[in-house]
């Protein structure tokens, strides 16, 4: 076990304002980055910056202030593509993953026929499971291929649910329960095998490792802002240029358009054609700002941190006995989330009827309990009910890392975790 | 921006505790005049409620179910509350009286489980 990160915490916690809150006295022990991560000087400082000096709406105004605008949303669309190997045309700006998938799953979809077939997991978060069905209606067929009892992927349920009709795939890189890191240069060369897409949820993988379009094989990779030091309302689709040129657009308006008569209209060319509306303009300049933040401390390093980290959680919450860990126990395969549940308690101190099959104690008390030290983890079925009947529990706790996150954190966890059956006295 | 100090561990107060530990009217029950059962997806927790009606009044109830302290413990005390009492008593009952009667303040998002039983319950009266 390394003792020391690669990363600076310390210094790199002074760049977050909102570390310094003191919530109910306490420090805030934030281990919900899974959901959404806190923001950087940097990134607040690059939005204000935006309103206060360059602020008029995208490529329309012919005058200076509007061609400045355009030049940073443009220049942040370059930066962010080339953060994942990846040329501006094939960047599109959406509001966030789920988003992302819609798109995919309309125009693309328009393209797909009765008997088709999209194969997906049983990890996947609702936003690539929810817009798939949409397409039941038209005879299309969504399969789901298993997991392990470790959590991982199981690779010969997936070769054997895909076939000549399959096609999409679509898979997420990391699961946001479980933590595991989906082997996507693998599946996505199987996918290419059967001539299908292959589609790649970066939600959690993009903001925690590095992420290359071109090495992962993926024809589309989606993932959010909000979850990498942005803003909320900004993510990005980035698809292939030529797939994307096949596809309808998405939503019809301004932006979107070349030319538009009263009886029809031509569309503007990718990846504006998919961007109807005026843009999240502060949002792509925050996301912008928050890439060069990942990018001065390397990705590399990033995950780095995050692995130290996980290895530790696993050590220290793996030694209580109450407590059960889902997903991979290998921090090789598994990025900085850990989901876990207390096992059945059977004590002297409960009804004997609830005693046979014990009661589980339920994550919202946990996560209810934590929060008396400002410990704060999500609880619920974080969006991945699917998984949840899988793995048959109703709900699990969950604590995810970042690299504001350091050992502290992870002991402040393990010694929350130990008051909770004193509290319930159970 | 003033800190609201969150007197968290007053939910678990030892009355809910017990109620959560120990559930009074605990179990199924055989032949019920009515049998109700709810959820609360987004959080996993389940009620079902058996109860035995005669000349419009409850003679015996029980309940199983399982997810959080605060959805268990209330559903033992609802149905401490309505046990031997008429149904007008039932049908009458309001939010605020359970609410009272487990004493604790509880957040948006907890009253949705402190609610599950009394949801199932109204459901289950509400065809006599």
């Given at each position: 076990m390394v003792n020391d990160?690669?990363?600076?915490?310390?210094?790199?916690?002074?760049?977050?304002?909102?570390?310094?809150?003191?919530?109910?006295?306490?420090r805030p022990v934030y281990l919900d980055s899974t959901a959404t991560t806190q923001k950087p000087r940097a990134v607040i400082d690059a939005i204000v910056n935006y309103y206060e000096n360059y602020n008029a709406n995208v490529h329309r105004g012919i005058y200076r202030l509007s061609e400045e605008a355009t030049d940073l949303y443009e220049k942040s669309r370059k930066n962010i593509g080339n953060f994942i190997g990846a040329r501006e045309d094939s960047i599109v700006f959406v509001r966030n993953t789920t988003e992302a998938l819609n798109l995919i799953a309309y125009s693309y979809g328009n393209l797909l026929r009765e008997g088709d077939e999209i194969l997906t997991t049983?990890?996947?978060?609702?936003?690539?499971?929810?817009?798939?069905?949409?397409?039941?209606?038209?005879?299309v067929k969504l399969v789901f291929a298993d997991i392990n009892p470790d959590g991982t992927l199981n690779m010969d349920d997936f070769i054997g649910k895909i076939n000549k009709r399959t096609r999409i795939v679509t898979v997420t890189h990391v699961s946001n329960v479980l933590g595991t890191i989906n082997d996507v240069e693998e599946i996505g060369k199987i996918a290419h095998d059967q001539g299908a897409v292959f589609i790649v949820d970066g939600a959690q993988s993009v903001p925690h490792m590095p992420v290359d379009v071109r090495r992962i094989n993926a024809d589309f990779l989606a993932f959010s802002g909000h979850k990498m030091l942005g803003p909320m309302g900004i993510g990005v689709l980035y698809g292939r240029k030529d797939i994307l040129e096949s596809m309808d657009p998405f939503m019809g308006g301004g932006e979107m358009i070349s030319e538009v008569h009263t009886y029809g209209s031509k569309w503007a060319e990718v990846p504006l054609k998919f961007e109807a509306g005026t843009p999240n303009v502060e949002g792509a300049v925050g996301l912008s700002a928050a890439v060069d933040y990942l990018r001065s401390l390397g990705m590399d390093n990033v995950r780095g941190h995050e692995k130290y980290l996980v290895s530790y959680a696993l050590e220290r919450l793996g030694s209580i006995e109450d407590i059960q860990i889902y997903g991979p126990k290998d921090p090789e395969k598994r990025g900085g989330v850990i989901s876990f549940n207390f096992r059945n308690i059977r004590s002297e101190r409960i009804h004997e009827q609830l005693r046979k099959e014990g009661i589980m104690i339920h994550p919202h008390d946990v996560a209810t309990i934590l929060d008396m030290d400002s410990v704060m983890v999500r609880s619920g079925h974080h969006c991945a009910q699917p998984l949840m009947e899988r793995l048959d529990v109703p709900a699990t706790s969950r604590a995810s890392f970042y690299i504001y996150n350091d050992r502290d954190d992870v002991d402040a966890l393990y010694d929350a975790i130990g008051k909770v059956r004193g509290v319930l006295r159970i | 921006m003033s800190e609201r100090d969150y007197e968290l561990d007053n939910i678990y107060m030892e009355f809910i505790l017990e109620n959560y530990r120990n559930p009074k009217n605990y179990g199924s029950m055989d032949n019920p005049t009515v049998e109700r059962s709810g959820s609360n997806p987004l959080c996993g927790d389940e009620i079902t409620i058996y109860l035995r009606i005669e000349n419009n009044r409850i003679v015996d109830v029980r309940f199983t179910g399982r997810g959080c302290a605060i959805s268990q413990a209330s559903a033992s005390i609802l149905t401490e509350m309505i046990k031997g009492k008429d149904l007008d008593y039932v049908k009458g009952l309001k939010e605020e009286d359970l609410l009272s009667a487990l004493g604790i303040e509880l957040s948006p998002a907890r009253l949705k489980c402190a609610f599950l039983s009394y949801r199932v319950l109204k459901d289950s009266v509400s065809g006599f």
């Open positions: 990160s690669i990363l600076d915490v310390k210094r790199i916690r002074e760049d977050f304002p909102i570390l310094r809150r003191r919530i109910n006295n306490k049983i990890m996947e978060h609702h936003s690539n499971i929810v817009p798939w069905q949409f397409l039941s209606r038209k005879g | -």
